[in-house]
């Protein structure tokens, strides 16, 4: 579902390249709640960005649910992203002055889906993430968690495929980034997709059956987590990094 061949990317810094991803290589072939994770200025961000299909590769090889993506112009990239891969970021980014169900229909009613469509699908995503009571609140009315389920919700209105998620939990208070990962975990379950969690937090990749560890722009090793906490998370995660 997700294949990244040595992957580049650079930026321009003033007349100073930064190359952010430097020949990344990952394969995720199956649904679940996987991990990236990577100190900051690894090169997260810009491989969800690539990931999301917002952007494309310098060189190297993007194939999403068996798809090209690096050979997709922008027209088609553009139809790609919206029905094939959901995103959700640390801020939420929810349009203040909708409503909860209006923000989950927003991008139907951009692609022109159908009233009656836009209206069952996003009752049934605000149920499934336990926050249908919420529905007509706009969203300074609504926690932060809260906020969070509608953008997971806004997210799966086309039922993607994929789910990305950078740094989901970044402005969540413990409490609520623990119910959140519950809430990923169960999405990647039900929905049976792939949900792929950026992260820098031990604590938050310890929720995933899987972590593949980004430096200085590349995978540069992985931590399957069955039998580890938190705690045992961070201590393989230490390791790795030092060791590379
Ligand atoms: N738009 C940009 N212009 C220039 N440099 C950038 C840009 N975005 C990211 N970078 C640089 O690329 C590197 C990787 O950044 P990023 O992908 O945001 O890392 P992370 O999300 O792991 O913190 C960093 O050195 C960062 O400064
Ligand atoms: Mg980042």
């Not at 294949?3 to 394969?27: E, F």
């Not at 199956?30 to 494309?56: E, N, V, W």
């Not at 987590?225 to 393989?236: H, I, P, Q, R, Y």
Request: charged share 20%; proline share 4%.
């Amino acid at each position: 579902m997700i294949r990244c061949v040595d992957v580049h990317k650079s930026y321009r810094l003033g007349d100073r390249p930064v190359h952010a991803l430097r020949g990344v290589n990952l394969t995720i072939d199956r649904p679940g709640f996987f991990a990236i994770m990577g100190q900051s200025g690894s090169g997260k961000s810009t491989l969800l960005h690539l990931l999301a299909a917002l952007d494309t590769p310098d060189s190297g090889e993007l194939w999403l649910n068996g798809k090209p993506v690096h050979n997709l112009d922008e027209r088609a990239l553009t139809a790609f992203r919206r029905r094939e891969i959901g995103i959700v970021f640390q801020q939420f980014n929810l349009i203040p002055t909708l409503t909860a169900i209006e923000n989950v229909q927003l991008p139907g009613m951009l692609a022109g889906e159908s009233r009656e469509f836009l209206e069952s699908r996003s009752r049934a995503l605000l149920t499934a993430l336990g926050v249908a009571e919420r529905a007509s609140h706009r969203p300074d009315a609504l926690s932060g968690g809260e906020q969070q389920r509608v953008a997971i919700a806004r997210s799966l209105l086309f039922s993607p495929r994929i789910l990305l998620a950078d740094e989901p939990t970044g402005n969540l208070d413990s409490a609520s980034a623990e119910k959140l990962w519950r809430v990923l975990a169960g999405v990647a379950r039900e929905h049976e997709i792939t949900v792929l969690m950026v992260t820098h937090e031990p604590a938050a990749a310890a929720n995933c059956e899987r972590i593949y560890v980004l430096r200085d722009g590349r995978i540069s090793g992985q931590i399957g987590t069955e039998g580890l906490d938190a705690a045992g998370v961070a201590s393989v995660y230490q390791q790795l990094v030092r060791a590379a």
